[in-house]
């Protein structure tokens, strides 16, 4: 009696595999027509979170460098560890004393960040003398693979436990004025004329292990202009400008601290702020902090390989592919990872904000960040495209989350390694995959 319903069924199982496998053969034909895919290294997995499934996959399981790609880690660990509470610094207080050390958080006086002046006036409003605490910082201040003669560049800051400024120097111009204007101001008078530097642009060059600068006549003739540029970091020199800026003494303690009643103090600048600083401008400091600040939040110390050897083992165990992952920020040409490790990481991610507060934090395809000027949706129509990029010479990767046109979220990893040239060529050919996949899935 039941026997046609079963055919029907049977019929109807049958035609929907057969019209998801002439997808995906099709699919795969756009990877075969193209020219520069098979010139290169490319990998590629798309991923289905309502099915729980692999759609397609191309050499998903081999690694490739994944650039900024990592601080899709970097980001779902400090959502667990951190959430939307992230600590300004730690203290303990008595009453004749006020002994506060460093979180590793980035948000201190950062201007790409909102302002938050909680933290200073919590500072300043104690009765006590302030004394900083120096405590063990195993962490260098470059990370492995990095490039050192990279230091003078604004991408590369160095790593702190109480970072303030960003770590960096703003020389900011008005052509109305005379002469540049250093924040913080105590880097003013620390800049001197070298008539030796080209004029083609305007040029801080900063001495490779101290706080001297020089500039180029253009910096000083120059119109509009903003140039970040680290400055050598030291305990003395953060006493110095957190004196400065609170107006009151800060020393450092003398003592051994008795590890009692340590109480933490949090930043009132919006965790997703720092987030979307961070996956939309592909920000490489607040990676490196936010790495920091997960691993004194549940280790107790900040060092970079054991928060990563800590994360690998109980954070991200399940991915199909371990990863090779050994910074923050996707700086190092060491890290490793697969398309489809990226699009299981992804889904965690997926599974655990609101899907408008997730594609909030990462890039919009023709809107914000790094895809700003590309994947862009057809006029009239919403963007469809959320995604991180990842770029080193000859390396660039894009993952992230597709919108279809019938509204069905997917999850992609592109990742294209050892090509010549610019990235233009591949986001050209990417894009035509993307939009292949928006209109036919």
């Avoid at 029907?8 to 035609?15: S, T």
Wanted: one cysteine or more.
């Amino acid at each position: 009696m039941h026997r046609p319903i079963y055919l029907i069924a049977l019929f109807l199982c049958c035609f929907l595999k057969s019209e998801a496998q002439t997808t995906n053969d099709q699919l795969s034909t756009q990877f075969a027509n193209s020219q520069l895919f098979n010139q290169i290294f490319t990998g590629f997995a798309l991923y289905d979170p309502a099915e729980e499934s692999f759609i397609y996959q191309r050499e998903a399981d081999k690694y490739y460098t994944p650039a900024s790609n990592i601080k899709i880690l970097t980001l779902y660990s400090s959502l667990v560890a951190l959430g939307d509470s992230i600590p300004a610094f730690y203290y303990q207080k008595t009453d004749s004393s006020f002994t506060f050390w460093g979180s590793g958080s980035p948000a201190l006086l950062y201007d790409r960040l909102p302002v938050d002046s909680s933290v200073l006036q919590f500072l300043r409003s104690q009765n006590s003398p302030l004394q900083y605490a120096t405590l063990p910082f195993p962490t260098p201040r470059f990370g492995p693979g990095w490039s050192w003669d990279d230091y003078i560049y604004a991408y590369q800051t160095e790593r702190s436990s109480f970072p303030i400024y960003g770590n960096a120097v703003l020389f900011r111009h008005e052509k109305k004025t005379m002469n540049f204007e250093a924040i913080p101001s105590y880097f003013q008078n620390k800049v001197q004329l070298d008539p030796t530097l080209d004029n083609h642009r305007v040029r801080f060059v900063r001495a490779i292990e101290r706080n001297a600068f020089t500039c180029n006549a253009r910096a000083l003739a120059d119109d509009d202009y903003e140039r970040y540029v680290p400055f050598r970091f030291s305990e003395d020199l953060l006493l110095q400008l957190l004196s400065d800026t609170i107006n009151r003494p800060v020393t450092i303690m003398e003592n051994d601290m008795q590890v009692t009643d340590i109480q933490a103090f949090y930043s009132a600048t919006p965790a997703d702020s720092i987030y979307q600083l961070m996956m939309q401008e592909s920000d490489n400091f607040i990676a490196e902090q936010l790495l920091l600040t997960v691993s004194g939040k549940l280790l107790g110390v900040q060092d970079d390989k054991m928060a990563i050897d800590y994360l690998k083992d109980n954070y991200v165990d399940d991915l199909p592919d371990e990863p090779r992952w050994v910074d923050g920020s996707g700086l190092s040409r060491y890290n490793l990872m697969t398309p489809r490790s990226i699009v299981k990481l992804l889904e965690k991610i997926y599974r655990l904000l609101p899907e408008e507060r997730l594609l909030n934090i990462f890039p919009t395809g023709g809107v914000s960040g790094t895809i700003e000027k590309w994947y862009a949706a057809e006029e009239g129509e919403s963007p469809y495209v959320f995604a991180k990029t990842g770029t080193l010479s000859n390396k660039h990767c894009l993952s992230g989350y597709l919108k279809t046109k019938n509204g069905k979220i997917l999850i992609f990893s592109f990742m294209n390694n050892n090509y010549i040239g610019s990235s233009t060529s591949v986001k050209r050919e990417m894009e035509k995959v993307l939009i292949w996949i928006r209109n036919n899935y």
